[in-house]
């Protein structure tokens, strides 16, 4: 489940420029105003705080066969070295956006006035430049995140998405005091990700290098730089709280938890290991306040290398496709597939035209190794496979009917089959005439025929026996079994008829089994399995 404070987008945005005024964006909260407080100063007459003296703690000796006490020496003395090295490489991005006066977060609506009211002027000038409805006024909307430069000679900086969504203008603010303005070279949606360009001509730039995500470890001391709340080369420290986190942010979620302090104006900024080596990109964090309360988000950077070099070298992404609609293994599925573990991801439907359509893979397998790499939960298919090359040939295991078996496959290319798949969505439902039906597992099934296609709205090219009702509180309407929908398969054997259907679970009752695993198409042929006890 989402985490309820869940900021997507950690980035600034300044609406005026009389205070440091936040706002957010997306599912941030609204717009607040934060005043840096006085510095604390002690009353005439009042003695000022004493400071105890540090104590040092005595030496601790191991037991004899124990390991040695972890004590703060193993944690960074200080980071001041690092930090120095690595400032000059971390930049704030500010944006600016024109908004019509209606759309800016501090639009004022126009009052109405009666007709005729001699007040009609006053208002309309009072209004004209406010945002509101009359005058056609529009708003100026500037918003600051973070980012960091990979490559000085070119002049390439990588930043999340969202902090230059929608921006009119961009612009590049370096340590050194440095502005220079920046062209959008690519943006991918799905992973946060942008690129920028800045022109390095006669300036000097430092750049960081990516490490490897992969080999940190939960516990890990890691260092953030960023930009939050306008206050930019802020630094902050903490360790890796946890890894593969999966928020709901995206399809491709495989985030680095940190407790190193993230707020709004971060976004786009780099996680670093201790070596220097940028091994996130801070993009979300969990606060019921917009402050940090210890839990932000990092890309992990062997997910977005893939990325950042597809927009460098083509200004777009060109992930790999399988072209499959997947599923969990649960107990259940799980079971009934003869499985030993709920593991892998349950291959649910195939796209016509898409890279599999040959019958190399089937709806009802189960992939459980994609390209030498273990599928552990379903989520785990779509990345590895958005991270393999177009056009790669790989080999893929599966379980189908249960045994296990390698296939080979070609990649095709994500984005070519999302095109493929707009527009097949047609679900009209009209009026026919009855049929002959049979009752089993809380339903009521037919022939699907010219009849039943027409009553509800059946696509010509779905085969199989039609729900026509599901009774309330039964087995079927608790897996969200609908009238309208197809039963294709039962137990991974075709059905045609109702008398098919009874029979299939007559057999499956007779060998013991408790549950039914059904493959069921929508009225437009999209697959997806269920199953549903028999007792």
Not at 182 to 205: F, N, R
Not at 276 to 300: D, K, L, R
Not at 405 to 432: H, P
């Amino acid at each position: 489940m989402t985490p309820q404070f869940l900021l997507r987008a950690t980035r600034t945005t300044l609406l005026a420029a009389s205070a440091l005024a936040v706002a957010a964006t997306g599912t941030l909260s609204p717009a607040m105003t934060q005043s840096l407080p006085a510095p604390a100063t002690p009353a005439p007459g009042t003695p000022a705080p004493v400071t105890p003296a540090p104590v040092t703690p005595a030496p601790v000796t191991p037991a004899p066969g124990n390991p040695a006490p972890v004590g703060p020496e193993a944690g960074p003395a200080s980071v001041a070295d690092l930090a120095e090295g690595l400032l000059g490489a971390v930049v704030n991005i500010s944006t600016s956006q024109t908004v019509k006066g209606t759309e800016g977060p501090g639009a004022v609506p126009m009052p109405q006035l009666p007709e005729g009211s001699p007040f009609q002027d006053f208002f309309d000038e009072f209004f004209k430049d406010r945002g509101g409805q009359r005058g056609g006024g529009s708003q100026k909307v500037q918003s600051l995140g973070s980012g960091f430069v990979i490559d000085a000679k070119e002049g390439f900086v990588v930043t999340n998405n969202h902090v230059i969504a929608d921006a009119d203008d961009i612009e590049v603010n370096f340590s050194d005091g440095l502005t220079l303005k920046a062209e959008l070279v690519g943006t991918d949606t799905k992973t946060d990700i942008a690129i920028l360009k800045v022109d390095p001509a006669g300036h000097k730039l430092t750049e960081v290098k990516f490490g490897d995500s992969d080999k940190m470890r939960i516990g890990d001391w890691v260092m953030a730089i960023g930009n939050p709340f306008g206050l930019g080369g802020t630094v902050t420290v903490g360790i890796i709280s946890a890894r593969n986190r999966d928020i709901n942010a995206g399809p491709y979620d495989d985030f680095i938890q940190t407790d190193a302090a993230i707020n709004r104006g971060n976004s786009g900024g780099p996680l670093f290991n201790m070596h220097g080596e940028v091994i996130g990109i801070n993009t979300a964090i969990i606060s019921p306040t917009g402050g940090s309360i210890g839990i932000g988000f990092s890309i992990p950077t062997q997910l977005a290398k893939g990325v950042v070099d597809q927009l460098r070298e083509f200004g777009e992404t060109r992930r790999g496709w399988l072209g499959v609609r997947i599923q969990p293994v649960t107990e259940d599925i799980a079971e009934s597939l003869g499985m030993k573990d709920a593991k892998g991801a349950l291959i649910a439907g195939i796209i016509k035209g898409g890279p599999v359509d040959n019958g190399s893979i089937q709806a009802g397998d189960v992939v459980t190794k994609f390209d030498g790499k273990e599928i552990d939960e379903m989520r785990d298919l779509p990345r590895i496979v958005a991270e393999s090359p177009v056009g790669k040939a790989v080999d893929v295991v599966v379980v189908r009917k249960g045994k296990e078996m390698t296939v080979k496959v070609t990649l095709g290319r994500l984005e070519d089959g999302e095109q493929m798949a707009e527009g097949q969505d047609d679900e009209s439902a009209e009026q026919g005439e009855e049929v002959v039906t049979a009752s089993v597992l809380g339903m009521t099934i037919g022939e699907l025929n010219d009849a039943t296609r027409e009553k509800f709205g059946v696509a010509a090219g779905v085969n199989g026996v039609v729900v026509t009702e599901v009774e309330p509180d039964s087995a079927a309407a608790e897996r969200g079994v609908q009238a309208g929908e197809v039963i294709t398969e039962i137990a991974q054997e075709s059905v045609s008829s109702p008398k098919d259907v009874m029979d299939r679970i007559a057999a499956l009752k007779e060998q013991g089994r408790k549950n039914a695993l059904l493959m069921l198409a929508s009225k437009s042929g999209e697959l997806r399995f269920v199953t549903i006890r028999m007792d």
